[in-house]
């Protein structure tokens, strides 16, 4: 059965945003319903995505724009989903290097494909991988992410090999409440097993949760929580905007 999809974007901005300055987004997996990397499926070639990204990237470049973070991500799927993952990252890298060689080549995932070999040697080419993981317990990793309980401790340990990871994570309650002070252990417990470079804290709710009754926690939750990771692990940790980077 053939898929169709209405034909998204794939190239957004530069515009500015708190967390990562003037910033170039590329959709590597934006609904098309035309060069298609298969019949079935509405993720578009790698191919496509690269040449249109690579035609903006140019312009901008001679127009003497300024562009400080290049941002892969995925609206129709996780970018790690697409099976030319890492042959487009490997172009978006010669990219960044020729027409924006100060600027930092990021993508952004959901980390639920992350540990897989071809991935994993993808991620290595970006300078920073943002990665949701805002879970201190199975149950609530179950709960939000429809993910098996066993997937969760893989998780862990696969996101353990990254330096160059920056955790991404919304605070919030309903349903599913990660504010508590024993899902906050938790997750500072495995946080502290990670490792990451830092950790952003969003204002706003997970990308696309299962479970939609969430509502975010109030500021002064958030800046208790903040500080005790801060505290407790000495990583680096600091509260943005959950800004859309499809604009």
Not at 61 to 73: D, L, N, P, T, Y
Not at 80 to 94: C, G, I, M, W, Y
Not at 130 to 138: I, K, P, V
Not at 226 to 238: D, M, N, P, Y
Request: charged fraction near 25%; include cysteine.
């Amino acid at each position: 059965m053939t898929i169709t999809a209405t034909v998204s974007p794939i190239i957004y901005g530069p515009f500015t945003t708190q967390r990562l300055a003037r910033t170039l987004t590329i959709d590597l997996c934006a609904a098309r319903n035309h060069m298609v990397v298969s019949k079935d499926s509405t993720l578009p070639r790698s191919s496509l995505v690269v040449t249109t990204a690579a035609t903006r990237i140019i312009e901008l470049s001679k127009a003497g724009e300024k562009v400080k973070s290049i941002v892969i991500i995925g609206s129709s799927a996780d970018p790690t989903e697409h099976p030319d993952l890492r042959e487009a990252s490997e172009n978006f890298r010669t990219l960044c290097n020729k027409w924006f060689p100060r600027a930092k080549l990021y993508i952004q995932s959901n980390c639920a494909n992350i540990g897989a070999v071809d991935v994993r040697a993808a991620l290595s080419i970006y300078d920073r991988i943002l990665a949701r993981f805002e879970w201190g317990t199975t149950k609530t990793y179950s709960a939000l992410t429809g993910g098996k309980s066993t997937d969760y401790a893989v998780l862990v340990k696969d996101l353990h090999y990254f330096d160059n990871l920056i955790v991404m994570a919304s605070i919030y309650r309903g349903d599913q409440d990660n504010s508590t002070d024993n899902e906050v252990k938790a997750w500072i417990k495995r946080l502290a097993e990670i490792k990451p470079n830092s950790i952003q804290i969003l204002k706003g709710l997970p990308f696309n949760p299962k479970e939609r009754k969430l509502r975010a926690a109030p500021t002064g939750t958030i800046k208790k929580i903040v500080e005790r990771i801060g505290e407790e692990t000495g990583l680096a940790v600091s509260v943005h905007e959950d800004e859309n980077l499809m604009r």
